[in-house]
């Protein structure tokens, strides 16, 4: 089972929202030691990051898309989840979840999920 | 946002070879930048952060160095299992960003 892993459709309409949940299990959600991010590629492209958030629920967003997403945090369940509203055919790409090194949102990525691959399209 | 321009876009080379990849910052950074190495159909695996630090269980061949807006990713002897694509990450504000990638093909 892998350590963080991305659920939710595959296929999302044009101008719907496209959600997302990483489940992790690499470490309980809480701990102080860790952010929490959303990073995204379209087919055979490079790497974006969405978004990061803390299990406070203090959150920075890519301003790129900040008028279109929501990341939360669950921490019954240990999971995070990301919204993107009003969805194009330009979000088509691999979602990944991602875990910071640290508690800081500054900080890069030492745990990737393996990726979920959202299409838009009608 | 801070810009972050790779070069090389694809490099080929040979087993053996030593491979030096530069990432560029528009502005400085310090020596805030991490480096990645992504195989076709995986999640990128986390190799060097703070520039030249080697994340744990990343083969001594790798090594990383620069401060500011320069940077590199130098593999000393290239292995069949590095052909792949890096990139280079700066997280030296919250905005984060990634080079457009710097792909690794068998020569």
């Known amino acids: 089972q892998p350590l963080l892993q991305e659920s939710g459709p595959g296929l999302v309409r044009p101008s719907e929202t496209l959600s997302l949940t990483c489940t992790v299990s690499?470490?309980?959600?809480?701990?102080?030691?860790?952010?929490w991010g959303w990073i995204r590629q379209p087919p055979g492209k490079g790497l974006e990051w969405i978004g990061t958030?803390?299990?406070?629920?203090?959150?920075n967003y890519n301003p790129s898309l900040k008028n279109r997403i929501t990341i939360s945090v669950d921490t019954s369940t240990n999971q995070f989840s990301l919204r993107l509203n009003f969805v194009t055919a330009a979000d088509t790409a691999v979602y990944y979840c991602?875990?910071?090194?640290?508690?800081?949102?500054?900080?890069?990525?030492?745990?990737w999920g393996r990726g979920t691959l959202v299409t838009v399209s009608s | 946002d801070i810009q972050m321009t790779q070069s090389p876009s694809t490099l080929s080379a040979s087993v053996g070879d030593r491979v030096t990849i530069t990432c560029r910052a528009s502005?400085?950074?310090?020596?805030?930048l991490a480096w990645y190495q992504q195989k076709p159909g995986k999640a990128p695996k986390f190799l060097i952060y703070?520039?030249?630090n080697l994340e744990s269980g990343v083969p001594s061949r790798f090594s990383g160095s620069g401060s500011g807006t320069e940077f590199t990713l130098t593999i000393s002897s290239l292995q069949p299992d590095d052909f792949a694509t890096y990139y280079c990450?700066?997280?030296?504000?919250?905005?984060?960003?990634f080079g457009q990638g710097t792909k690794v093909e068998i020569k």
């Open positions: 991602a875990r910071h090194t640290r508690a800081d949102a500054d900080s890069p990525f030492d745990l």
């Open positions: 690499s470490d309980s959600i809480t701990s102080r030691l860790y952010y």
């Open positions: 958030i803390y299990h406070t629920g203090t959150s």
């Open positions: 502005q400085s950074i310090s020596t805030w």
């Open positions: 703070k520039a030249s």
């Open positions: 990450q700066q997280y030296n504000d919250y905005f984060l960003t």
